[in-house]
């Protein structure tokens, strides 16, 4: 089996710009909700509302699936 040429400089590798690419989505997902509650903060609607929630679960299972490929 050959060995690639770039395996050994360093180069980034199709898993570590998998992973990139996941964290990516999972800080924007962070980001959506945040302005989303700040934005209801503003309108005096302090309390999470389901969106928030359901928004929250889908960003922490994002990030959990992240970590899990990150290892």
Do not use: H, W, Y
Request: hydrophobic share 30%; aromatic share 2%.
């Amino acid at each position: 089996m050959e060995i690639p040429l770039n395996f050994l400089s360093g180069q980034p590798t199709v898993a570590s710009g998998v992973a990139k690419e996941e964290k990516n989505r999972s800080d924007q997902c962070s980001k959506r909700v945040n302005l989303l509650a700040i934005k209801q903060k503003e309108k005096n609607k302090i309390k999470f509302t389901p969106e928030i929630v359901s928004m929250k679960a889908k960003c922490q299972s994002q990030e959990e699936r992240r970590k899990t490929t990150e290892i």
